[in-house]
């Protein structure tokens, strides 16, 4: 997984210019207010409908009230995280993406010729499909976080996928043929999964997660670019300090 080490130290490295932030803090502050409204304003009402369906009905049919609470908040909470978490990617992805893949295509990346299509449509359609999979697949495994642990693996799982599927795409789009993307996805398929996955953690850490949205983003175009470099036959460019 070198290259998925590759991608986040050059994400981090990345930070050191100051354009960088402006992008990876929009979506961080569109994403704060949207669950502050939505905590606001929908989440007695979120933990309404929760208590009004299985699996908290049979809770309270068997006199765990206080369980049955506990889990609609905490599956109320979650669905603002995650609804939040989708808007900052949509973000992300459709606006602030192709800002950081103008930055380093004239920088780091250079040598690598965008051979592509510049979509913005495409990759609208291809962000918006993404996220109606996701809310979907929200919607369809909240019966099964009453097993222990799911309701920690299964939004794990589903962020990792939301990034692999709105980013990558969206990385290569610009530079990529059509079958140098389609030999890209079939030969990464478990990296960028992995790459996902990692991002999905860390947004799950205090403060640093209102950044991985943006920061996602940018690890996908570090990871795209560079192995599209190297499909090419082009040499490895490294940052100064950077270890692989």
């Not at 981090?12 to 932030?21: Q, Y």
């Not at 989440?43 to 809770?59: A, E, I, R, S």
């Not at 909470?77 to 949509?90: G, K, T």
Request: hydrophobic share 60%.
């Amino acid at each position: 997984m070198n290259e998925v080490m590759l991608a986040l130290v050059r994400t981090f490295a990345s930070l050191r210019c100051g354009k960088v932030w402006l992008y990876v803090l929009t979506p961080a502050l569109v994403s704060l207010l949207f669950a502050i409204g939505l905590a606001v304003g929908a989440l007695g009402w979120l933990v309404q409908q929760m208590m009004d369906y299985p699996p908290m009905t049979l809770l309270v049919a068997w006199g765990l009230v206080w369980l049955a609470h506990i889990l609609a908040y905490l599956g109320g909470w979650m669905a603002i995280f995650a609804l939040s978490y989708l808007v900052a990617s949509l973000l992300a992805a459709i606006v602030i993406m192709p800002l950081m893949l103008k930055l380093l295509s004239v920088g780091e990346y250079r040598d690598v010729a965008p051979m592509g299509k510049d979509s913005f449509v495409a990759a609208a359609v291809n962000s918006g499909f993404a996220a109606i999979l996701f809310v979907l697949g929200w919607l369809l495994t909240i019966p099964l976080w009453l097993i222990p642990g799911f309701s920690l693996l299964i939004p794990l799982l589903l962020m990792g996928w939301l990034n692999r599927r709105t980013f990558a795409y969206d990385a290569l789009s610009m530079h990529a043929t059509a079958a140098e993307w389609q030999a890209f996805r079939r030969e990464h398929k478990t990296p960028l999964f992995m790459l996902g996955l990692t991002m999905a953690l860390l947004a799950h850490l205090p403060l640093i997660g209102l950044l991985v949205p943006a920061l996602a983003a940018l690890s996908f175009v570090h990871y795209g670019l560079e192995a599209l470099r190297r499909s090419r036959g082009g040499a490895l460019v490294t940052l100064e300090g950077e270890r692989v």
